[in-house]
């Protein structure tokens, strides 16, 4: 084992750690992630109360959301889209946005890191598959527009992709930008949602809710073609494909 490959997973494995210590005391503190799963899946009932014991452990309030931000990509206990409305109910908009962006990147890059760390394991018996050919040539040669864009995509599954991209030959940093800047806009109108639910002003909640559908619903209606096109795209941008980055077969 490599000094490199090392590093990398005591780095993981200390950070898992620290997320771990985490959840252990929200869990001690009056069953916080339990009352949290449960407003999560049973609308809003008890909101306050669970908002109220949240925010009264102080500084800790973040990083127990962070966390679940956290946790929610890792392992996706509950859905993103939950958590997101959550956070705006508990901090307000901005705060909400901030939290939840650090921890989306910090699940991100561990999702991304366990990829990588497993790379190596099913590269060998994956490389030579048209599906593993086709999504390794939308990230090769500096085309992470394509990426990008999926990462823009309301609805598309973003933890699953994380994982991929860490199989792939995307550099840590380029996938961090578009982990950080590509979810912005969703986690933005999701912590607003939260935030006017708070408040009260349901309205302005089903105003912010229509816009998300109305950016949401033509991935959902045509996001075969607009991966075909996106696939398109790679193939005409960069058409000389090496031995090691054939070009992808054509999408049915």
Do not use: C
Not at 161 to 189: C, D, E, K, N, Q
Not at 193 to 199: F, L, N, R, S, V
């Amino acid at each position: 084992m490599t000094r490199f490959l090392k590093n990398r997973i005591f780095y993981l494995l200390l950070i898992l750690v620290g997320i771990a210590a985490v959840t252990l005391y929200a869990y001690q503190q009056d069953n916080l992630f339990i009352k949290v799963l449960h407003y999560l899946q049973n609308s809003r009932q008890h909101g306050e109360e669970i908002r109220a014991a949240i925010l009264a452990k102080g500084a800790f309030a973040p990083l127990i959301f962070i966390t679940l931000q956290v946790l929610q990509v890792v392992i996706a206990p509950i859905p993103g889209e939950a958590s997101g409305v959550f956070g705006g109910y508990l901090f307000g908009a901005l705060p909400a946005l901030l939290y939840s962006s650090v921890g989306l990147t910090i699940g991100s890059w561990l999702a991304f890191m366990i990829g990588r760390l497993l790379s190596d394991l099913v590269r060998r018996r994956l490389e030579h598959t048209a599906i593993y050919q086709r999504f390794n040539h939308l990230v090769s040669k500096g085309d992470f527009i394509i990426p990008f864009v999926l990462f823009l995509l309301p609805g598309f599954p973003k933890d699953s992709l994380a994982y991929l991209l860490g199989m792939s030959h995307m550099p840590m940093p380029v996938f961090l930008f578009i982990t950080v800047v590509g979810r912005i806009p969703g986690t933005l109108l999701l912590s607003l949602q939260g935030a006017e639910i708070y408040q009260g002003n349901y309205l302005k909640f089903v105003l912010l809710l229509a816009i998300s559908a109305l950016i949401a619903l033509p991935y959902a209606l045509y996001h075969k073609r607009i991966l075909a096109w996106l696939t398109h795209y790679s193939r005409r941008t960069f058409p000389n494909n090496g031995p090691n980055n054939p070009a992808p077969p054509e999408t049915k």
